[in-house]
């Protein structure tokens, strides 16, 4: 039997680190604790929270839980911990935890403890979808460009905060000499 009104066990709002819609994922290894929705940066090839911009991707929630017991509060404090391998959503929309009132539209930045809040600054992760309540979660819409992510990869360096511009010059860039 169907429930005859879909509010009542939801109130509309989605967990953070929920995936919507097309998406990119990589995996990653943890070296620390990382909760669900968070900013994510690289430190030596592994993952860490991210405590401001730009970022890698946002944290990927589990699909099971970490648990010993399934109360409220140990189900809310569930993370990814270190050695554990995540997804880290580079491009597409998640729900992420927000510090602040946020209003749909608006750019979104990194806080120092990985969650999101809304910028006027060049330092924008990605745009929010959706309005929210400070202590709640907003759709969040990612793209690597955001995070000035495009560029070519210096293989040899860590990329932690994302990867630069190349420096020598294209050849479609180079001026032609007769």
Excluded: C
């Excluded at 990927?60 to 140990?74: I, Q």
């Excluded at 907003?138 to 995070?147: K, N």
């Excluded at 990869?153 to 007769?178: C, G, L, W, Y």
């Amino acid at each position: 039997m169907a429930i005859p009104d879909g509010t009542m066990y939801h109130d509309g709002h989605l967990s953070a680190g929920t995936v919507e819609r097309q998406y990119e994922v990589l995996t990653e290894v943890a070296s620390a604790d990382i909760p669900f929705g968070a900013g994510v940066s690289l430190v030596n090839g592994q993952a860490v929270t991210a405590t401001k911009a730009p970022i890698y991707g946002v944290a990927v929630k589990r699909g099971y839980l970490d648990v010993d017991h399934f109360y409220e509060d140990d189900i809310e404090k569930d993370k990814w911990h270190p050695g554990e391998v995540l997804g880290v959503l580079t491009d597409g929309t998640i729900n992420v935890p927000v510090n602040e009132d946020v209003d749909r539209g608006e750019l979104a930045t990194v806080d120092a403890d990985g969650s999101f809040k809304p910028t006027t600054a060049d330092d924008a992760v990605g745009r929010f979808l959706s309005s929210a309540d400070k202590g709640s979660t907003a759709r969040l819409l990612v793209r690597t460009r955001f995070g000035g992510t495009t560029g070519g990869a210096d293989p040899t360096k860590d990329d932690a905060h994302a990867i630069q511009p190349p420096e020598t010059p294209t050849p479609a860039s180079e001026t032609k000499k007769n």
